[in-house]
């Protein structure tokens, strides 16, 4: 037992929090009606998240589209306003922040965007790309100086310093995501928010992006928060892993606790059901394969939000109690009340019927309730 | 004779004013009956460009279609429109990549599966709506009478690609191509949709053609994987051998370029340098030569030739020696 503890301890790094999320919460509310809006429900995108990035380390976020990974990283930056909870960046609640203390935080933290062409403005060239956040921040300090700057921004992202002249779509897809790294580095951010950094490009590329945003957090002593779906990608790049499901953290561990003993059922489904690419691992491994579909963030089960696909369910507790994320082993949380048990293999895996899933309040084929137009509020 | 010969098939697209870009250049492959076969590629290496040949679903202008696509000895680039419509759905199924966009989403499902029954079974609407009930419901849609009066909207991602799964199988095609037909899904849903796969080719004996960029896909469900590089087959074997020696520098590059799952952490991935965009043509050279650590001169000079051996075939001057560990890293 010991000897699998080691390693978490270890390899946990040592160091303070960078970011530390209280309790978050960011709920999108569902508006229906033509002059009065009036809220009908909420999407629960993100509903009660705590975690902490500690400095200098990689914390990966993982899980289904839909699962609120996202929502979870732009409301850390304040790019989606959180409903509710705290965001400590270094000491400072980034909730409570307004204006130019909000603008000057944000130096300190940059985002690095899924789909490299829409996120680079197509009639920018590179230059005025990079030298725009410089600008901002009062980091342009005369041209020789940006231009320097700008140079060797350049070759830490491995692009040639002609590329300054270039407009976006000159580029591939993986160069636009290294020019898009070399914007979040420019105004010498702290932490990096990196959304799906690969998932839109080739497979030969997607190493090359993830081999340089490893150099750079060695060159820079970078934090990353890598939200991904890919488990591979981010079990490879990451020290700490946290599995999203439904708005909330189902289980946090290193990336090598978790793939060894992966603790929450939704986790071992997820890791089961990745692919690896050697046949006679294909064969032999045993899949756990969920039956139906995620169910609707805007209507999300009662208790235990997996407990509608879950083959470990038990009749007392799941339906009724959200289980809280628990330390089950040193460094290792989950969110399950009956996670000692699967571990012990005291409670087997069983069959599971197929739930259809509602989107109850928001389905587009709901009448609308309210006016269906102008002249029907004035003549009732 | 195999079900499905593919002979020297080029697609060349034309368009006035520009130089003429060769899709596929001279692919050749077979498919048996109840056999699996992978298209592995990234994008732009014409592996779908292949399957709409394939299917004759390219457009009628602009592009120049060559080669054979013989299905049980009929060669069908020479049937006309006729003949091929009334091909395709009943012995040729196909499943595209992105379920919404592939679903007509102003007609209900249920009317999408029986417009295949009626046109190419004969059934009455009556029933070719039971049947069509019975095929989502196999197809693993629960409460399926209910999901016939629905839209595509109204239904998940995973939801409706089965649902377009079961409009390929309508019929009991010989022959289903699926062309990336998890890549728009979520890594559990993909996990339920190639299941579903493998149980039709294993239960109803179709030949399968799947088109993926993923290896881990391929790893478990082909049994032959042709390896397309730039338009064409660089490396054709079967699975066992092909994951476990990969000789053209292409595939090796490709399985040490991308993490696993069970491999040891910590250890730098070794990345394929450069981008697709670095091609040399095919006229003079291996396209692949501007990437490729193992290139020699003679790559940007000769032609390589596909070469048949025991187990695989391999299109390559100076291929990696079997055994050999992860490329050591070049800079890009």
Known sequence: MTAAVEPAATAAPVGDALVSVEGLKIHFPIKRGLLVDRTVGHVYAVDGVDLRINRGETYGLVGES????????????????????????????????????????????????????????????????????LRAHGLD????????RLRELLSAVGLPSTSL?????EFSGGQRQRIGIARALAVEPDLIIADEPVSALDVSVQAQVVNLLEDLQDEFGLTYLVIAHDLAVVRHISDRVGVMYLGGLVEEATSDDLYAEPLHPYTRALLSAIPVPDPEVEDRRERILLTGDLPSPANPPKGCRFHTRCPWKQATRCDTERPELREVLPGHKVACHWAEDIRAGRIRPHEVEAVLVEEDGVSPDMPLVGPASVSEVLNP | ??????????VVFQRRGTEPFTAVDGVSFDVDPGQTVGLVGESGCGKSVTSLAIMGLLPSRGNKVSGQVRFEGTDLLTLSDKDMRDRRGRD?????????????????????????LERHRGMSRKAAMVEAADLLGRVGIPD??????????????????????????ACRPRLLIADEPTTALDVTIQAQILALLKELVRDTGTALIMITHDLGVVAGLCDEVNVLY???????????????????????GLLASIPRLDGARGEKLVPIKGSVADNIPWDHGCAFAPRCPNALPVCREV????????????????????????????PA
């Open chain 1, 165 to 169: 002249r270039k407009y976006p779509h």
């Open chain 1, 141 to 148: 300090k005369g041209r020789e100086a940006t231009g320097k």
């Open chain 2, 230 to 252: 730039g338009g064409r087959v660089v490396e054709k074997a079967a699975r066992y051998p092909l994951f476990a020696d990969p000789r053209h520098p292409y595939t090796h």
């Open chain 2, 92 to 116: 040729l199924g196909m499943v595209f990549q992105d379920p919404l966009s592939s679903l007509n989403p102003v007609i209900p499902i249920g009317l999408q599966v029986t417009e295949v």
């Open chain 2, 303 to 330: 032609t390589p030739e596909l070469e048949a051996g025991d187990v695989r075939s391999l299109r390559c001057h100076n291929p990696v020696l079997p055994g050999t560990p992860a490329a050591q890293e070049v």
């Open chain 1, 66 to 133: 839909g699962c609120g990974k996202s929502t979870l990283g732009r409301g850390m930056l304040r790019l989606v306003e959180p409903t509710d909870g705290r965001v400590l960046f270094d000491g400072t609640d980034l909730v409570g922040l307004k204006g130019e203390e909000l603008r000057r935080m944000r130096r300190r933290m940059q985002m690095v965007f899924q789909d490299p062409m829409s996120s680079l403005d197509p009639r920018q060239s590179v230059e005025s790309l990079l030298v725009e956040g």
């Open chain 2, 1 to 10: 004779m195999a079900l499905l010969e593919v002979r020297d098939l080029r």
């Open chain 2, 144 to 169: 399926p009478q209910r999901r016939l009066s629905e839209y595509p909207h109204q239904l998940s991602g995973g939801m409706r690609q089965r649902a377009l799964i079961a409009i390929a199988l």
